[in-house]
């Protein structure tokens, strides 16, 4: 398996622009999670997904944020408008509830920059 | 809100030598695990240990749990130049799919 994929790897964008985050699950997992890292907040969970349903989105910063899993295979995160705040890595992980001790699969990450 | 919190922020060591990182939580937990990231890269996954576990092994690393101390350690035995990286503990509470809460993390630097 080619692991968690996301595109892009780096996205810089003017404020007021929609942003479009992708992310391809590893094959057979049933969760999907996305986090956002950045120096002064760490990583924080922005939402996660079982069976391809929000489960939390308590996370998601605010209105301006949505995420999607319309399949098993695919997941969007969108900033729309976007500000220099959103600048940040943005991560998206999967995992297997029966390979639960093998834990979180994590994307490299897209690193996104608002100006 | 960073349930766990990491401890040194930052340590320096020799190769060969063993390197300790703690970590400690607030409240009650299912499950902790422990994850590595290179620079400009992803998390990886080292080991998860279950609130009923106190020990568990995995090559050159080994961790503790101490549920009555929230608290709980990563020894890296014989360390190596390639062990160079942030390390993050994560603590889960629902099972060991609920969502995870990261710390900020310890940066590892380690010397030839």
């Known amino acids: 398996d080619a692991g968690v994929i996301q595109s892009p790897r780096h996205e810089v964008t003017e404020m007021g622009q929609e942003v479009t985050l992708r992310c391809k699950p590893i094959s057979g997992h049933d969760y999907l999670f996305w986090y956002r890292q950045t120096m002064m907040r760490g990583l924080e969970l922005l939402i996660y997904f079982n069976n391809n349903v929000p489960i939390d989105d308590s996370g998601m910063p605010e209105d301006r944020f949505s995420a999607k899993m319309p399949n098993a295979s695919f997941s969007t995160l969108k900033i729309q408008p976007s500000e220099p705040r959103d600048s940040a890595v943005y991560f998206c992980a999967s995992s297997s509830q029966d390979r639960a001790d093998y834990g979180y699969t994590f994307g490299s990450g897209t690193r996104l920059t608002v100006v | 809100s960073q349930q766990g919190e990491e401890d040194p922020q930052a340590l320096s060591i020799q190769e060969g030598e063993n390197a300790t990182m703690n970590c400690s939580y607030k409240t009650s937990i299912n499950n902790l695990q422990w994850y590595r990231q290179n620079s400009g890269r992803g998390l990886v996954h080292l080991i998860l240990?279950?609130?009923?576990?106190r020990e568990k092994h995995s090559g050159r690393l080994r961790v503790t749990l101490d549920t009555s101390k929230k608290s709980s350690s990563l020894l890296i035995t014989a360390s190596r130049a390639a062990d160079t990286a942030s390390y993050f503990c994560?603590?889960?509470?629902?099972?060991?799919?609920?969502?995870?809460?990261f710390g900020k993390g310890i940066t590892l630097s380690v010397r030839p």
């Open positions: 994560a603590t889960g509470y629902a099972g060991a799919n609920s969502k995870l809460t």
């Open positions: 240990i279950r609130s009923n576990e």
